[in-house]
């Protein structure tokens, strides 16, 4: 990517620009399972044995020994789960089982209770019986020797339980990444204090905590910087120091005050500036000693969308995880939508039910500068560079902000 226009990117460019310098980290730690939640493993996970461990049943009925044509069988025991029935069956006889009990020796085969008649010491099965039916097999779930879960792998409930399963109590993980941020302006105004004429209070710095809270890294919020190109320098190279990333908000468009770009152009290599999408233009990305930083823009919308779409990502990669992109779904759009072609827009957007199909329209004023139309939203409509206007009723491309697990 060496004929890219720092003054130009695509959101696409940008991402495959920025991933090339993400070197994830290398350090690792062990970690009981609970803790591992959220974490990259470091190490494969390898199933000692067999999940399950040995043939059961799946349902409640009774266990037998298929043979073609054979109606009436003969019930000598029961089978419960963890109390398995310890002798051998014959051709000609069954024990009554439980859902996952083991089935017993001599046995094959499970019919469901409601499918046979009980008739004092014997069963007649109602319907035709397959062999092996309603039998979990030992292995079936995970074999031996397996890998269970690949290096790379982000921790999920599920993963959590998966492990347990295999009696293990530990895994290798990455160690948590640190990750600093404050903001930059003049205006801002720190929660607690009151506001005076021109100023704001500072949202950038708890979304963005919100945000980073949803990814297992150390999380070191810097505070509200002024614009002072001492103070943001001081900062800014005591961050890039002790972290792996540092983000910022505000500062780095053009205007008089905006300090970050002739700081990171003395300290950093700078990569690029900005991007054609909306909101998110002005967006630096660049390297400052070790330290990968990013500048998003102070409307805090912006903030938000340039987090999602690149900072995000490049967190879980240097956790040490295979990023997935993120799923996108063509949905109706209800709504006319303006959009001028030749940049990328991430609008905010409400999915809704229409008697069982799901729809999607703008959550009306879509200012860079307007955080409530992100709080009403639970999806981007993402428009691509070479959408223009759509009228109600066209297709779109939706991106979910909210996730089952
Ligand atoms: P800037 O990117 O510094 O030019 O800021 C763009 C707009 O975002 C201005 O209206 C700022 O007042 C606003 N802004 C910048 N930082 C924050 C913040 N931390 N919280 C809320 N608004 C902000
Ligand atoms: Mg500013």
């Known amino acids: 990517m060496e004929d890219y226009d720092p003054n130009a990117m695509s959101v696409s460019q940008a991402r495959q620009f920025i991933q090339q310098f993400l070197s994830p980290i290398s350090a690792t730690e062990t970690l009981p399972i609970r803790e591992s939640l959220g974490r990259v493993l470091s190490a494969n996970v390898i199933s000692p044995n067999n999940v399950p461990n040995y043939n059961n049943s799946a349902m409640d009925g009774f266990a037998f020994r298929f043979s073609e044509g054979v109606k009436i069988i003969k019930v000598i025991g029961t089978a419960f789960a963890g109390r398995p029935f310890t002798d051998e069956l014959k051709a000609g006889e069954c024990v009554k089982i439980m859902t996952g009990a083991m089935i017993p020796a001599g046995a094959d085969t499970v019919v469901m209770q409601e499918h046979v008649v009980v008739k004092s010491e014997n069963i007649s099965l109602l319907s035709n019986i397959k062999p092996g039916a309603n039998v979990r097999l030992a292995g079936e779930d995970l074999r031996k020797g397996q890998t269970v879960l690949g290096r790379g792998h982000l921790m999920r409930p599920a993963d959590l339980g998966l492990v347990a399963s295999l009696g293990i109590g530990e ?24 506001l005076a004429e021109g100023q704001i209070y500072d949202s950038n710095r708890y979304t963005l905590f919100g945000m980073l809270s949803r990814l297992e890294v150390d999380v070191h919020d810097l505070g509200a910087v002024p614009d002072d190109p001492n103070l943001l320098e001081t900062t800014l190279l005591k961050a890039a120091s002790e972290n792996d990333v540092v983000i910022t908000s505000g500062g780095v468009s053009v205007g008089e005050a905006d300090h970050m770009k002739t700081l990171l ?9 900005k991007i054609n999408m909306k909101p998110g233009r002005p967006l630096a990305y660049g390297k400052i000693g070790n330290a990968h930083y990013f500048g998003l823009p102070g409307n805090p919308v912006a903030t938000m969308v340039t987090f999602y779409q690149f900072v995000r990502e490049a967190i879980i990669t240097l956790m040490g995880a295979t990023f997935q992109p993120l799923p996108l779904f063509k949905v109706e759009c209800t709504e ?9 827009e991430f609008q905010r957007g409400l999915l809704f039910d229409v008697d069982g199909i799901w729809k999607v329209k703008p959550t009306g004023a879509q200012g860079s500068a307007i955080l409530s139309s992100m709080s009403q939203a639970n999806c981007f409509i993402v428009l691509d560079e070479s959408t223009g206007n759509l009228e109600a009723g066209a297709t779109v491309q939706v991106q979910l902000l909210d996730g089952l697990v």
């Open 171 to 194: 895994v290798s993980a990455y160690k948590k990444i640190k990750v600093a941020f404050f903001s930059t302006g003049d205006e801002l105004i720190s929660l607690g204090n009151p």
């Open 265 to 273: 152009a003395q300290h950093g290599q700078v990569l690029f500036w």
């Open 336 to 344: 006319p939508i303006k959009k001028a072609t030749g940049r990328t």
